[in-house]
T-cell receptor, first 115, second 115 residues
Framework: AQTVTQSQPEMSVQEAETVTLSCTYDTSESNYYLFWYKQPPSRQMILVIRQEAYKQQNATENRFSVNFQKAAKSFSLKISDSQLGDTAMYFC????????????FGTGTRLQVTL | GAVVSQHPSWVICKSGTSVKIECRSLDFQATTMFWYRQFPKQSLMLMATSNEGSKATYEQGVEKDKFLINHASLTLSTLTVTSAHPEDSSFYICSYRSGFYNEQFFGPGTRLTVL
């Protein structure tokens, strides 16, 4: 079974600064997907960024980018130019490529962006 | 992205009663949907996978007779919490997987409070 670990329960960053959220996972699969989801106070889950394991290039989405280290099974999220609206819970998640395609979530990191 | 709705968004019920939560995919026919439970300040825990036209697959430790799932059409899945008790109070979230996008799209969630 896959496991996802987020070792930072809470983080704080000042507006306009950069912050990196850590995530490690464990799997015996060679092909899979990794995700970062954001859950703001509304509790709606929002996809931030996605990475396919077979792609060596790190995914980027505007101010969000990942550092995917497949051998180390590490998948960190970097948020540049942090904004107050980035305040939320961030969950790292793993999904296998089979038809079941279950998502396994980490425990989450609560990010607070301050003025 | 795809749109998923849930109804109701918040429900309060008395202990011993049953509550039905609906999850609809508004712009996509979903053969597979997922139901999660999220306790306060915790991560999402998968309860079951709902397959259209067949029985749901429950995760270990989830009582199938207590959490009844029906996925009768490609756009509607329901979760019924039978004989609800205060410990069932939680936030319930549905999602469906898009094979095209290789990701899950989440509903806005339903807050259940059992008195």
């Amino acid at each position: 079974a896959q496991t996802v670990t987020q070792s930072q329960p809470e983080m704080s960053v000042q507006e306009a600064e950069t912050v990196t959220l850590s995530c490690t996972y464990d799997t015996s699969e060679s092909n899979y997907y990794l995700f970062w989801y954001k859950q703001p106070p509304s509790r709606q889950m929002i996809l931030v960024i996605r990475q396919e394991a077979y792609k060596q290039q790190n995914a980027t989405e505007n101010r969000f980018s990942v550092n995917f280290q497949k051998a180390a099974k590490s998948f960190s999220l970097k948020i540049s130019d942090s904004q107050l609206g980035d305040t939320a819970m961030y969950f790292c998640a793993f999904m296998n490529t089979g038809t079941a395609s279950k998502l396994t979530f980490g425990t989450g990191t609560r990010l607070q962006v301050t003025l | 992205g795809a749109v998923v709705s849930q109804h109701p968004s918040w429900v309060i019920c008395k202990s011993g009663t049953s509550v039905k939560i609906e999850c609809r995919s508004l712009d996509f026919q979903a053969t597979t949907m997922f139901w999660y439970r999220q306790f306060p300040k915790q991560s999402l825990m998968l309860m079951a996978t709902s397959n259209e036209g067949s029985k749901a697959t429950y995760e270990q430790g989830v009582e199938k007779d207590k959490f009844l799932i029906n996925h009768a059409s490609l756009t509607l899945s329901t979760l019924t919490v039978t004989s609800a008790h205060p410990e069932d109070s939680s936030f319930y979230i549905c999602s469906y997987r898009s094979g095209f996008y290789n990701e899950q799209f989440f509903g806005p969630g339903t807050r259940l409070t059992v008195l």
